[in-house]
């Protein structure tokens, strides 16, 4: 009984350093989440491509149509018509930005392109 006793002693130390150690690790791990129905952008932008030539991200946005919109007059632009989400998930719509009538598009991202 006495050897098992001070194996134990003896690992008690080690034991609360790694646990000391390694749980600060974890902690430092969890710094923040992401939204329900949130998609984690990728940091780096996407190319234009021939069938993309304005580098829009393309798939599943948090956005709603008054996400979209509110995105969108935050960004200068107003009287935004006909706002609707393509397939590809970006919204397209027409707005009016420094008196002018434009076409516009917004990704996932919140990159927002106007023509």
Known sequence: MTFHFALHRAMLPACLFAAL???GQ???QTTGSIRP????APSS?????PGNPDGLATGETAFDEDAARDRLTRAGYSDITALMQDAQGIWRGTARKDAQKVTVALDRRGKIVAH
Do not use: R
């Open 21 to 23: 150690v390694g749980g």
């Open 26 to 28: 974890v902690l430092a």
């Open 37 to 40: 129905n949130e998609q984690a």
């Open 45 to 49: 932008p996407v190319a234009p491509s």
